[in-house]
């Protein structure tokens, strides 16, 4: 599972990587064409507005915790975003220790770079959205680890200093987590990219003009027209007479569908693939977890019966057979849904490679991987529910 979490963040950063040599984001003003260059505009996932929702298996196991901790990966990242949770290297690493006794869960989160405004933001949101299951009374503590890692560059974080326009970019940014009413309407979509001109003036306060650009749907333009009473609201600093430039709102949704990506550009919908290939990620781990406890608890009904032989433990064994079958299907569920996300993933790097070969050669070559190794993993779990279910014991009448 870690390792399609790194093949999945790869992918992601050389994706941005490109689309930031256009934007050509700086670390700071070091001439003049450097001091009206306006960075802080990373992608905003719509999770961190509207949390998806994972389906929590009703037994905790390691594996059920760590695909928890990796379904809130975005949120982490959106953590990081704000440089008040970031220390002053490029890279700041966080890792979260759960346990989960017959009490409680908690969680243990310590990293580097990371402030304590940062560790509290992470802290708050595993404690608010990875509960998983309480154990039965008396049972050992189950625990997993899970590391994050983000290396900050203007598209992933906010950075304050660079010019005045980047400043006022990036409270803008900053301020979309708090905007999560102007999204209403998108809670399990992507909303399109807009684009906004804005114009700063020495002499006020606030900016002196938002104006959007069409989108092109009437679900767009309210969005537009909702940010923009958000923007005209937030604080200004210019010491020129005036600045014009524009804002790119790029969005992502990690707990929409792979439908939901059709509309955007080929690039953005390969990113879009790729955070939705890690909530499949996370999925599939709670329901290999979920089949392992069930495994476990159907084989330790079978040893009592072989030891005792009494037909007494007939229901108990089927009703423990039966959980165990209705976790193999949930492995199968999980798996189409990230085989099918995979297919969708490298149909637009084939199509991406064909006018960029370069550029496209490593993601095709990695989501092609996945995509085959999911093909393997999809085929050996549908033969192991097959033999469960015939394994299953079935009550005869003579």
Same mark, same amino acid.
């Given at each position: 599972m870690l390792r399609r979490l790194a093949v999945a963040s790869?992918?992601?950063?050389? @994706?941005? =990587?490109?689309?930031? /040599?256009t934007d050509g984001a700086a670390q700071g003003p070091t001439s003049t064409e450097e001091r009206v260059r306006i960075t802080n505009q990373p992608p905003f996932d719509l999770v961190a507005c509207f949390p998806r929702e994972a389906k929590m298996p009703a037994q905790t196991s390691e594996a059920v915790i760590l695909g928890a901790l990796l379904s809130v990966r975005p949120q982490v990242q959106e953590c990081l975003v704000d440089p008040k949770n970031r220390g002053p290297a490029p890279t700041t690493k966080v890792q979260v220790k759960t346990t989960v006794t017959d009490q409680a869960t908690t969680h243990a989160v310590t990293g580097e770079n990371l402030t304590p405004e940062g560790t509290a933001c992470i802290q708050k949101l595993v404690d608010a959205q990875v509960q998983p299951a309480l154990l039965a009374k008396g049972s050992a503590p189950v625990e997993a680890t899970i590391p994050f890692e983000q290396t900050a560059s203007g598209m992933n974080s906010?950075?304050?200093?660079?010019?005045?326009?980047?400043?006022?970019? $990036? @409270?803008?940014?900053? $301020?979309?987590? $708090?905007?999560?009413?102007?999204?209403a309407g998108f809670k399990d979509a992507v909303p399109p990219t807009l684009t906004a001109k804005v114009k700063l003036v020495k002499a006020q306060q606030t900016p002196a003009e938002v104006t959007f650009e069409a989108s092109g749907t009437t679900e767009g333009d309210q969005v537009s027209a909702c940010l923009k009473q958000k923007m005209m609201a937030l604080p200004a600093k210019l010491s020129s007479d005036e600045l014009g430039f524009s804002y790119r709102f790029v969005h992502f949704n990690s707990g929409a569908s792979e439908e939901a990506a059709a509309k955007m550009a080929p690039e953005l919908q390969f990113l879009q693939m790729?955070?939705?290939?890690? *909530?499949?990620?996370?999925?599939?781990a709670m329901a290999d977890g979920a089949r392992a406890t069930a495994a476990k608890a159907f084989a330790e009904v079978v040893e009592r019966y072989q030891k005792t032989k009494n037909y007494k433990l007939f229901d108990e064994l089927e009703s423990k057979c039966n959980a165990l079958v209705a976790a193999d299907a949930r492995i199968v569920e999980?798996? &189409? @849904?990230? *085989? *099918?996300?995979?297919?969708?993933? %490298?149909?637009?790097? *084939?199509?991406? !490679?064909t006018k960029d070969a370069e550029g496209w050669t490593d993601a095709e070559a990695a989501t &092609? !991987?996945?995509?085959?190794?999911?093909?393997?993993? %999809? =085929?050996? =779990? &549908?033969? %192991? =529910?097959? &033999?469960?279910? @015939?394994?299953?014991? /079935? !009550?005869t009448y003579k």
């Open positions: 790869f992918a992601l950063t050389a @994706a941005c =990587a490109g689309t930031q /040599k906010v950075t304050f200093g660079i010019n005045e326009g980047s400043d006022f970019t $990036g @409270a803008v940014r900053l $301020g979309l987590p $708090g905007w999560c009413d102007c999204y790729d955070l939705v290939r890690t *909530q499949r990620a996370a999925d599939a999980t798996l &189409q @849904a990230r *085989q *099918q996300t995979e297919k969708a993933a %490298l149909t637009i790097a *084939q199509e991406m !490679k &092609q !991987k996945n995509l085959d190794e999911t093909v393997k993993e %999809l =085929a050996d =779990a &549908q033969k %192991l =529910a097959a &033999q469960d279910k @015939a394994a299953c014991p /079935k !009550k």
